[in-house]
């Protein structure tokens, strides 16, 4: 009986799982329309509304471009466990001081 039950709380739960699914991949959809369309549109539209937009998209390639041209640098595993960064032991190397543990 706790199987049966079980099985048909799992069914339910895929089915609306699944209407949620396609729901959001609706959603999410982008419009599909013309050129031509787009621009009859953008016509229509305030010059306050089309400068919003703009600064919007800027500020999501200023986004992109900062996060593309800067990788993560990766620390070697003993400077995770000393607890410092590289650039400071290298500094200290280099300066023929000596690097130890407190």
Known sequence: MATTIFGAIKGHGAACLGRVHLALLRWT?????????????????????LVAENVLLRQ???????????????????????????TARGHALRHGESVSDP
Request: no cysteine; net charge positive.
């Open 60 to 86: 999501q390639l200023i986004v992109l471009r900062f996060a593309a041209g800067h990788p993560r640098r990766r620390h070697a595993a003993s400077d995770r466990r000393l607890g410092r960064p590289a």
């Open 29 to 49: 959809k982008p419009a599909t329309g013309t050129l031509a369309g787009g621009a009859i549109v953008d016509v229509s539209r305030s010059k306050a509304a």
